[in-house]
């Protein structure tokens, strides 16, 4: 063998190396890239299935997920006669929904809605079986004369006279007995108490226009009553009650002012209420109503209204279909 072929020999192999190392290489990366091809269109097909499940799951549950009571979308909205009022659910386990509201929380004057509170400074301050005696000056605050000068009754009888026909020798008589500058001072650390930022009270029965609140406070206020007052409910449900002085002599007979209990369409339903009526408040109502389908109650606020027992009337029935409920 001469050098000649020797070096022809040499590069032959080298030239065979280089196109066998070529070859593999080029084996290697063909397959690489077709494992990294056939990962990607795994993870595409996987991410399509999932992303198709998860529309499937939303389309379906979505419904259900909403928690009753929700908006009936194709319902039309309510239109009230009212300057404010408005309309929430509460069962007190779960967070309150504001079923309807209009300038819920525009300061208004509350006419004698106003008792609620003095009903609750009375039951806070006074012995129910103490004697509050008629003056003067209470007989004057209201003008029916139903309660005269001289009058004597058990401060429960007078606080159910109070609420049920509104009476505001009533609550003149608790005012005079505490003394007017403690009573007012006690009502409004009440609803400072209550955490009512937007009510003011200057009079135990509403007469005055200083006496104000909003329907946003009215709700939280009937809330607080709801929880920790059950005779304030009591008489507020009642149609009417019989009333006796203290010597247990019957002295006349108290019907409710509050005209929705004597509703057919509402029995059973409602669950307190309280009137109020002035020239410059207007007519105004508060009504606790068991709401549908065993959801809790129904807090609902008129305030200024020109008939309250109609708007009222409008609310409920429109809640009731405007809302799905079950």
């Given amino acids: 063998?001469?050098?000649?072929?020797?070096?022809?020999?040499?590069?032959?192999?080298?030239?065979?190396?280089?196109?066998?190392?070529?070859?593999?290489?080029?084996?290697?990366?063909?397959?690489?890239s077709l494992d990294n091809f056939f990962q990607f269109k795994l993870s595409q097909e996987q991410n399509n299935f999932l992303t198709s499940v998860s529309d499937s799951i939303v389309a379906v549950d979505s419904p259900i997920q909403q928690e009753f009571p929700y908006r009936d979308e194709g319902a039309a909205d309510l239109e009230l006669d009212a300057q404010s009022a408005?309309?929430?659910?509460n069962d007190f386990i779960n967070p309150e929904k504001i079923l309807f509201k209009k300038n819920e929380e525009e300061k208004m004057p509350i006419a004698s809605l106003t008792k609620l509170m003095t009903a609750v400074v009375v039951l806070e301050n006074f012995d129910l079986s103490a004697n509050?005696?008629?003056?003067?000056?209470?007989?004057?605050?209201?003008?029916r004369g139903l309660l005269r000068a001289g009058d004597s009754f058990k401060a429960e009888d007078l606080l159910y006279d109070m609420l049920i026909e509104s009476n505001n020798s009533a609550a003149y008589a608790f005012f005079e007995a505490?003394?007017?500058?403690?009573?007012?001072?006690?009502?409004?650390?009440?609803?400072?108490e209550?955490?009512?930022?937007?009510t003011?009270?200057?009079?135990?029965?509403?007469?005055?226009?200083t006496n104000y609140s909003t329907a946003k406070d009215l709700v939280d206020f009937a809330k607080y009553i709801l929880n920790n007052k059950n005779l304030i409910v009591e008489a507020a449900s009642i149609p009417e009650f019989y009333?006796?002085?203290?010597?247990?002599?019957?002295?006349?007979?108290?019907?409710?002012?509050?005209?929705l209990l004597k509703d057919p369409d509402l029995k059973g339903r409602i669950v307190a209420g309280k009137t109020g009526q002035t020239k410059d408040a207007g007519e105004c109502l508060i009504l606790i109503l068991k709401?549908?389908?065993d959801k809790g109650f129904l807090i609902n606020v008129v305030l200024s209204a020109k008939n309250r027992f109609v708007e009222m009337k409008k609310i409920i029935n429109w809640e009731d279909k405007a809302y799905i409920w079950k």
Avoid at 1 to 28: E, R, T
Avoid at 132 to 143: L, P, V
Avoid at 178 to 192: E, S, T, Y
Avoid at 203 to 208: D, E, F, I, K, V
């Fill in 243 to 259: 009333l006796y002085n203290s010597k247990g002599d019957f002295h006349h007979k108290v019907y409710n002012l509050n005209e």
């Fill in 200 to 209: 003011y009270f200057s009079s135990p029965t509403g007469l005055a226009l």
């Fill in 132 to 143: 509050i005696t008629i003056s003067r000056g209470a007989e004057k605050q209201d003008t």
């Fill in 86 to 89: 408005i309309s929430a659910q």
């Fill in 178 to 192: 505490m003394g007017p500058d403690k009573f007012v001072k006690m009502m409004n650390l009440k609803a400072n």
């Fill in 1 to 32: 063998m001469n050098f000649k072929s020797l070096i022809q020999g040499f590069f032959l192999s080298l030239a065979f190396i280089f196109v066998l190392g070529f070859f593999w290489w080029g084996m290697q990366w063909f397959s690489s």
């Fill in 291 to 293: 709401a549908p389908e």
């Fill in 194 to 198: 209550i955490g009512l930022k937007n």
